[in-house]
């Protein structure tokens, strides 16, 4: 079974809550390696560009 290209996407809600998880995963668990970080971080920028800010807020506030 083949998706549709809109069911294919990644919902913003729902990428917005995997780079807080992935962040608290990598910088306050140490559970993910920088591999597995910078993997779901490729795969959700390259389809939502516009979760460049939301990110860098993120990075921000663990600094």
């Given amino acids: ?9 990644i919902s ?7 780079i807080r998880k992935a962040a608290h995963k990598f910088y306050l668990e140490k559970t ?6 910078n993997d779901i971080l490729h795969t959700l920028l390259v389809q939502k560009p516009t979760l460049k ?5 993120v990075f921000a506030k663990r600094s």
């Fill in 1 to 9: 079974m083949r998706l549709s290209e809109h069911e294919n996407i």
């Fill in 12 to 18: 913003d809600n729902w990428s917005c809550s995997l």
């Fill in 32 to 37: 993910w390696s920088k591999d597995q970080f």
């Fill in 53 to 57: 800010a939301f990110l860098l807020n």
